[in-house]
């Protein structure tokens, strides 16, 4: 026999075997899941519904902690209360590591302090934590800034006299603007168009991240990120985005009295100079601009969308709506803005934010993590750098935790005497060393502008409550609601 027809038999059978065999056995000892085709991983286990369905078949058949290969890569996915906690919190450090999301990766490539690792990722969550304290305990506390964007949210909202609106927008307007104050030490005018480029920007970037196409471009970038699709929008949307804050940075720096830091961006610079002589500081421009984009896009797009998810809700569910505004008039009456001080006293309301949070599961499958060292986990062995997704939906719709976890129910999160009512699978901002660095003021902003505006407001609908959909608009990486028309009626 030739020795060409030889070897062209070998690499058949090679092949075959591969087939049949799917990968190699990876290093370690990953957990369970389906068998994976070469290149292709799991592909044929994926659902046209997403990631998230999928994973919840998969889940079915192998347990809590399972493996499924996207594409070429395995990840390992922690389904449930109980696996989430046992890794990101009792073995916090070891499941530490961020991993990628494909469709930004060439934006943020590593940088800032979201998708950073290792010492980079310490030493910038530790100034973005003590500087966004510092910023918001300040001349002017995270609490005023968030009263006075109250405020003139009332004012857009009693212009509008009672006609239906889409409150995405001014929902983000709001947002923003919190963060802004902080991060550029200024706030935007509603109707700024430089602003509402920015706000249109981060809206679309975000239904595109979570858009089925971005959930087959993770499985396949290394192939698609030669083509056309989603992906080269996110980056040049992101890419417009950053370019606005370099030359915010640049205006900085032209202006900058390190004897008043005036904002995040000022502290940053203060930094950098300090730490010029320091070859290996983190503190460099590429860090400060993908820092900047991180905070502002995480501290705009999670808290509008809630606000959003969270009035379609009190348009479904008057009766809802009637309860907090009753306990608003109790607690803070009509003659005054809301305070958090205020919240203590308000369980009913705190139950129904958190509902709202849970209800909405607004980043169902995490942000993904992957493990800093080899790192044994229920028996299983998982490598350096296994990426890691927390699906955070499971934890929000655990069933232990949650009566009917299908059902908007406040009494979720209250005992029998009406009491707010506390629950571990609560995690909306994750948890571990990488929970969301903005927690404290998305709370904040929750409680102050949901009470400013049930305060002034009654709700309505020009669609029946029974007829009115909760589907969401995309359910990817992100959970969008859909988009619909709200009537914001004085009080």
């Known amino acids: ?74 990840v390992v996915m922690l389904y449930g209360t109980e696996a989430i906690r046992e890794a990101l919190v009792d073995q916090a450090e070891a499941f530490s590591g961020r991993g990628t999301i494909a469709v930004v990766e060439p934006i943020f490539r590593g940088y800032g302090v979201v998708f950073a690792n290792g010492e980079r990722w310490k030493a910038l969550r530790r100034f973005s934590l003590v500087t966004m304290r510092d910023f918001g305990m300040g001349k002017r506390s995270v609490e005023e800034r968030i009263q006075e964007e109250a405020r003139c949210l009332v004012e857009e909202f009693r212009k509008s006299q009672g006609a239906p609106l889409d409150p995405t927008f001014l929902f983000q307007c709001i947002t923003a603007n919190i963060i802004c104050s902080i991060v550029f030490g200024e706030r935007f005018d509603y109707k700024d168009h430089q602003f509402l480029r920015l706000l249109y920007l981060f809206y679309q970037s975000f239904s595109l991240i979570s858009s089925f196409s971005s959930q087959v471009f993770e499985l396949f970038s290394g192939f698609l990120k030669y083509f056309p699709g989603t992906h080269r929008q996110i980056s040049r949307n992101l890419q417009e985005i950053l370019d606005y804050i370099g030359q ?30 320091n070859q290996h500081t983190e503190f460099d421009h590429q860090n400060l601009v993908i820092s900047v984009l991180s905070l502002f896009f995480a501290g705009t797009e999670t808290s509008s969308t809630t606000l959003r998810y969270g009035f379609l809700l009190m348009l479904k569910y008057p009766h809802v709506a009637e309860k907090v505004q009753k306990e608003i008039d109790q607690v803070i009456g009509s003659h005054r803005l809301p305070t958090l001080e205020d919240r203590t006293k308000m369980p009913y309301t705190d139950a129904v934010i958190y509902e709202i949070q849970r209800f909405s599961d607004l980043i169902p499958i995490g942000v993904p993590h992957k493990v800093t060292k080899d790192t044994l986990f229920r028996g299983y062995l998982l490598p350096k750098n296994t990426e890691v997704y927390p699906i955070l939906s499971s934890a929000l719709n655990d069933p232990q935790y949650f009566e009917q976890p299908d059902t908007f129910n406040p009494d979720h999160f209250l005992d029998a005497n009406g009491a707010l009512k506390k629950s571990e699978a609560f995690m909306p901002f994750s948890i571990g060393k990488r929970i969301c660095l903005g927690e404290g003021i998305a709370r904040n902003e929750l409680f102050l502008f949901f009470t400013t505006i049930l305060q002034n407001f009654s709700l309505s609908s020009p669609v029946a409550p029974k007829d009115i959909d909760l589907c969401p608009k995309e359910s990817g990486f992100g959970k969008l609601p859909p988009t619909y028309q709200i009537c914001f009626l004085a009080r």
């Open 1 to 74: 026999m030739e020795p060409s027809v030889l070897l062209l038999l070998a690499l058949l059978v090679g092949f075959v075997l591969l087939l049949v065999r799917g990968y190699p056995k990876a290093r370690g000892h990953l957990p369970p899941g389906p068998r994976p085709l070469p290149l292709l991983g799991n592909l044929l286990q994926m659902d046209r519904g997403g990631f998230l369905n999928s994973f919840r078949r998969i889940r079915e058949k192998y347990g809590d902690v399972f493996t499924v290969h996207l594409g070429p890569r395995p």
């Open 248 to 277: 915010s940075v640049e205006k900085h720096r032209a202006t900058l009295d390190p004897s008043n830091p005036r904002d995040f961006i000022d502290t940053y610079l203060l930094r950098m100079e300090k730490e010029k002589s």
